[in-house]
């Protein structure tokens, strides 16, 4: 397992952007599928986006287009670029690991919300 620690939360107007970044502990995190997970108030955590280690990536259908999803793996850090965010992007935003043999890590969270 790794530990993953997120930043990059905050109060934004709708409209605006915000990059969260997940940096992981461990050289061996630049093998592991990374992704960005959300929950909202009463709702349940769901994914965002998700990169392999190749740098393959997919997207929440409610995301496509308006969210991306990088990584560095020098840097061992993952990172969500949010772009037009809107008062229904608000939640906590989690990070999450997966190894190659399946151990999994979540981060803390960060949280971030859209309002005027």
């Known amino acids: 397992q790794v530990q993953l620690v997120e930043s990059g939360g905050g109060l934004v107007q709708p409209g605006g952007s915000l990059r969260l970044s997940c940096a992981a502990s461990?050289?061996?995190?630049?093998?592991?599928?990374m992704a960005w997970y959300r929950q909202a108030p009463g709702k349940q955590r769901e994914l965002v986006a998700g990169?392999?280690?190749?740098?393959?990536?997919n997207y929440a259908e409610s995301v496509k287009g308006q969210f991306s999803i990088s990584r560095d793996n020098a840097k061992n850090t993952v990172y969500l670029q949010a772009n037009s965010l809107k008062p229904e992007d608000t939640a906590f935003y989690y990070c999450?690991?997966?190894?190659?043999?399946?151990?999994?890590?979540w981060g803390r969270g960060t949280q971030v919300t859209v309002s005027s």
């Open positions: 990169i392999t280690s190749g740098g393959t990536t």
């Open positions: 999450y690991a997966r190894s190659i043999i399946g151990g999994i890590s």
């Open positions: 461990g050289s061996a995190a630049s093998g592991y599928y």
